[in-house]
C-alpha cells in the first residue's frame, strides 16, 4: 500500500498546522485524516504521519495510542460503538451490545472475518440524556431499542 498524503491532503495538513500557534498540536486531527485515508494507524502510517508533521515517532504513538478514537488494528467497514456507561446500562445499553456481539459473533474490538463490521464497547458517547445510543461509523443513534439496533444492522451490507 502506497503511504503517502496526496499534494491537496499535505495542503490540508499544513493549513491544520497553521491554525496552531505549536504546529504539533494539529497532530491529532492529521491522525485523523490519516486514519480516514488508509482506514486504520499501522507502525509505517504512523512513521509517515511523524515525518509529515515533523515529530517524533514516539510523539505520534504515543498520541495515537492514548485515544481510542484512533485504530492501531484494521477494523471494519462498519465500525459499532456500543455505550455501555452509567445511563445507557441502566436503559439497556449491556443487552445491545449482547446482541450485536451474539450476531456478528465478536466482542470487543473485533472485526468479523470479511472485514464487514467490527464492534467496540464504549465507556460514554456523551448523550446521557439520550440513552441508550450508539455509533456506526460517524452516525450516532440515541434511544436505542433491540428492535431498532436490529433495523440498522440490516443495512450494513
Not at 485524516?33 to 502510517?45: I, N, R, Y
Not at 450476531?103 to 441508550?132: D, F, Q, R, W
Not at 436505542?144 to 450494513?156: A, R
Request: charged share 20%; proline share 4%; hydrophobic share 40%.
Amino acid at each position: 500500500m502506497d503511504i503517502t498524503f496526496t499534494p491537496e491532503e499535505l495542503a490540508e495538513v499544513s493549513r491544520l498546522k497553521a491554525q496552531y500557534p505549536e504546529p504539533k498540536a494539529a497532530i491529532m486531527p492529521v491522525l485523523w485524516m490519516a486514519q480516514k485515508k488508509f482506514g486504520w494507524l499501522s507502525d509505517d502510517v504512523m512513521k509517515y504521519v511523524g515525518e509529515v508533521m515533523e515529530l517524533a515517532h514516539s510523539h505520534v504513538l504515543g498520541v495515537a495510542t492514548f485515544y481510542t478514537m484512533y485504530f492501531k488494528k484494521p477494523m471494519g467497514k462498519f465500525h459499532v460503538q456500543v455505550c455501555t456507561n452509567v445511563s445507557c446500562m441502566l436503559r439497556g445499553g449491556e443487552n445491545i451490545y449482547d446482541l450485536v456481539s451474539k450476531k456478528y459473533g465478536i466482542k470487543h474490538n473485533e472485526c468479523t472475518e470479511n472485514g464487514l463490521v467490527s464492534l467496540e464497547e464504549v465507556e460514554c458517547m456523551g448523550a446521557c440524556g439520550g440513552a441508550p445510543m450508539i455509533a456506526i461509523n460517524e452516525d450516532f443513534y440515541e434511544n436505542v431499542t433491540p428492535l431498532t439496533v436490529e433495523e440498522l444492522l440490516s443495512t450494513l451490507k
